[in-house]
Nanobody
Framework: IQLVESGGGSVQAGGSLRLSCEAS????????VGWFRQAPEKEREGVAV???????IYGDTVKGRFTISRDNAKNALFLQMNSLKSEDTSTYYC???????????????????WGQGTQVTVSS
């Protein structure tokens, strides 16, 4: 499976961006898919995932501000980011793993498939 992100850019604090991830095959039945981010000199962290049953899980730092969704007909995954803060500045990655998301959804080591990343910069 191949993943390609788009939609990153620069925005002022308080603004919004919508990231997209296009997959080379259907994601709706077999994969937990989601978004991770990594800032310079920091570890990659889980942002949000959506599971086989459409259950969504969010990291504490983005709850209430970000929304993950997908369009199964287009093999696409999205991340709507609102009320952006300077600390949201990172490279954002789309990722997928076979099976359920599970309790360790936030751990990137369990995800086998990754996009190339898209940069999001939030200025204060």
């Amino acid at each position: 499976i191949q993943l390609v992100e788009s939609g990153g850019g620069s925005v002022q604090a308080g603004g919004s961006l919508r990231l997209s991830c296009e997959a080379s095959e259907s994601l709706d039945r077999d994969y937990c898919v989601g978004w991770f981010r990594q800032a310079p000199e920091k570890e990659r962290e889980g942002v949000a995932v959506i599971g086989i049953d459409d259950r969504t899980i969010y990291g504490d730092t983005v709850k209430g501000r970000f929304t993950i969704s997908r369009d199964n007909a287009k093999n696409a995954l999205f991340l709507q980011m609102n009320s952006l803060k300077s600390e949201d500045t990172s490279t954002y990655y789309c990722a997928a793993k076979w099976g359920v998301c599970g309790g360790s959804w936030y751990d990137p080591q369990w995800f086998a498939y990754w996009g190339q990343g898209t940069q999001v910069t939030v200025s204060s």
